[in-house]
């Protein structure tokens, strides 16, 4: 099995994961547990089994670069992104709410041509518009289809872009089990103010006790996946796998929460896809040449 092979299968096993994780959380947010109780919840959680990873491979705990501006900045874009995109799987459907994060990469190209500095040439800047034409398309503003809850999944897509291009920037001294705890204890306090918002807790029932530690484990698990795949294989080939957390997304939608896609919906997800993979592409190209 070459690297490529074995890369390219880790990053569908943590897409896997993460449609796991989202249909979870959606399952216990549908039930009558407030969200912000979910994020508290579900960061805690997944902060203790990161605290838990770091100590067994011998990394402390806490390190000091975690102060660093840019630390601070990937905080504030992770608990945007996990706010918004929580707020919308509980409230729109899963298979568009999903669509819409595919735009992500797309961003991600944007944010770092703007500031970074990076070269992206006038292709991949006409993918990302024809792949931001496919969000719009999704959306559908301003006509019957349109629901003002999806603008909750575009929010969380800038806060996950954010979050990516903070990373990149985020001190080399911090591990990557390091960053899953500091990400998911930023969840807490965010989850701690929209539960005041939202009037108070509710104690789960048994089943939503489990479905909440199941999204905990899936959810580290497709992180560590996640990291696996990116250092095993070509970034440029294993990366376009990303898209099939969409195909997951949909199916679950189908079978769990019997969503139908309508026509509009399909051909924007399936617009995103294509500028996503062919932005992927070029990028490719052109660091080879």
């Known amino acids: 099995m070459t690297d490529n092979l074995r890369g390219s299968l880790f990053m569908v096993a943590a897409m896997l994961g993460f449609a796991i994780e989202d249909m979870l959380l959606k399952r216990v947010a549908g039930t009558g547990v407030p969200v912000g109780?979910?994020?508290?919840?579900?960061?805690?959680?997944?902060?203790l089994l990161?605290?838990?990873?770091?100590?067994?491979?011998?990394?402390?705990?806490?390190?000091?670069?975690?102060?660093?501006?840019?630390?601070?900045?990937k905080a504030g874009f992770?608990?945007?992104?996990?706010?918004?995109?929580?707020?919308a799987i509980a409230l729109t459907p899963?298979?568009?709410?999903?669509?819409?994060?595919?735009?992500?990469?797309?961003?991600?190209?944007?944010?770092?041509a703007l500031i970074f500095g990076e070269r992206v040439g006038w292709r991949r800047w006409t993918a990302i518009l024809v792949g931001l034409g496919g969000v719009l398309l999704i959306l559908r503003p301003g006509l019957e289809g349109f629901s003002a809850a999806s603008l909750l999944a575009v929010a969380g897509l800038l806060g996950f872009a954010g979050r990516d291009l903070a990373t990149r920037a985020a001190p080399k001294v911090l591990s990557n089990l390091q960053l899953g705890i500091y990400g998911f204890a930023a969840m807490v306090p965010t989850?701690?103010?929209?539960?005041?918002?939202?009037?108070?807790?509710?104690?789960?029932?048994?089943?939503?006790?489990?479905?909440?530690?199941?999204?905990?484990?899936?959810?580290?698990?497709?992180?560590?996946a996640l990291?696996?795949?990116?250092?095993?294989?070509?970034?440029?080939?294993?990366?376009?796998?990303?898209?099939?957390?969409?195909?997951?997304?949909?199916?679950?939608g189908m079978v769990v929460f019997h969503e139908r896609p309508d026509a509009a919906t399909?051909?924007?997800?399936?617009i995103v896809v294509a500028a996503g993979v062919f932005t992927l592409w070029r990028g490719r190209v052109a660091l080879r040449g």
């Open 94 to 112: 899963l298979s568009t709410a999903s669509a819409i994060l595919q735009a992500t990469p797309l961003v991600v190209v944007a944010g770092a």
């Open 191 to 224: 989850g701690a103010g929209l539960l005041l918002w939202e009037g108070g807790a509710v104690v789960p029932a048994a089943l939503q006790w489990a479905e909440l530690a199941g999204a905990v484990c899936v959810g580290v698990f497709a992180y560590w």
């Open 227 to 252: 990291t696996v795949a990116m250092r095993t294989g070509e970034v440029s080939v294993v990366t376009p796998f990303r898209y099939t957390r969409l195909l997951f997304a949909l199916v679950l």
């Open 50 to 73: 990161f605290a838990a990873l770091t100590r067994r491979s011998g990394q402390p705990l806490w390190h000091p670069a975690v102060l660093a501006p840019r630390m601070l900045w």
């Open 266 to 270: 399909l051909a924007g997800s399936a």
């Open 37 to 47: 109780e979910v994020l508290m919840l579900f960061g805690g959680g997944g902060m």
């Open 78 to 87: 992770e608990v945007a992104g996990r706010l918004f995109y929580t707020l």
